[in-house]
């Protein structure tokens, strides 16, 4: 008796663990949270919405449905782990070019299979590049050549002179290296980037709803062509620039305003959907 439950005991650990590496390999694709996190019950769910580009708090469908476990109102647990499930894995499938039905149907009727295929297949999210670059999926990590709209100008106009930049030229660039557009590099060309969610206004658009319609603004310092002016745009979840405190850690502190950033300092858009460096 002893020996079957710590077997079940293992087992089960087993199975969850590995269900967390599965769903990190999906979040992985996405830039969304770590091993670790991928680790913590309910939580996890959490992060799957963000990847399903779904609010979060959808979490507690399960465990409404949950309550229904027993009784004569089992059948309307079943109903909405079920129905939960087909919009959540659905909604990765088609983020990711592939089906919602039959993503969304199989997940929950074919013990999981599709997911395995998400997890491990070729599949990967798709980008919504700079304006007018249009959704193309990253299989290849490369971003369409951006159409940049010049930006208002916020400091006081320079005079021309030999060394003003010519209208498109880029001395700096950013590298996203956590999010939706992991592994471009964008150039900043004079005439600056806005990013967001509104493709009437900006140059690189995200996807994700915790971004601003105009987020954050960056333009080329005149003073030094080599770093870049970041400005938020009175966002809602804000920008944040990642700083060493007095003890040498490393934290993110929120932009008010504008401020310079050199080659080799981090940016952060919203909480957690991207993540710049300056080169």
Not at 250 to 255: G, I
Request: proline fraction near 6%; glycine fraction near 12%; include cysteine.
């Amino acid at each position: 008796m002893a020996e079957s439950i710590v077997f079940g005991i293992i087992f089960g650990l087993g199975f969850y663990l590995f269900f967390c590496f599965v769903q990190f390999k999906i979040c992985e694709k996405f830039g969304v949270g770590s091993l670790f996190e991928c680790c913590i019950p309910i939580y996890n769910i959490v992060l799957l919405c963000r990847c399903a580009d779904i609010s979060g708090w959808n979490v507690l469908w399960y465990i409404f449905a949950g309550a229904f476990s027993q009784g004569k109102l089992q059948v309307i647990g079943v109903f909405i782990t079920i129905a939960i499930t087909v919009v959540l894995w659905g909604r990765i499938a088609e983020r990711m070019g592939r089906s919602f039905w039959q993503y969304g149907l199989g997940s929950a009727f074919l013990l999981g299979i599709p997911v395995l295929v998400l997890a491990f297949g070729p599949a990967r999210p798709h980008v919504a590049g700079a304006m007018q670059g249009g959704a193309r999926e990253r299989d290849d990590y490369a971003i369409p050549d951006p159409i940049y709209k010049p930006l208002p100008t916020y400091d006081p106009p320079v005079p021309a002179g030999p060394s003003s930049l010519a209208v498109g030229q880029s001395t700096v660039s950013i590298y996203c290296y956590m999010g939706e557009l992991k592994g471009n590099t964008i150039p900043v060309p004079s005439q600056g980037i806005v990013i967001g969610r509104d493709p009437a206004q900006c140059q690189i658009m995200l996807s994700s709803n915790e971004l601003s319609r105009t987020h954050a603004s960056i333009m080329i310092d005149r003073g030094n062509p080599r770093s870049i002016i970041l400005r938020d745009m009175q966002s809602t979840n804000g920008t944040f620039q990642l700083v060493q405190d007095s003890r040498q850690k490393s934290r993110w502190e929120r932009v008010t305003g504008s401020v310079v950033l050199g080659p080799g300092k981090c940016f952060r858009i919203g909480k957690g959907v991207a993540e710049f460096e300056v080169r």
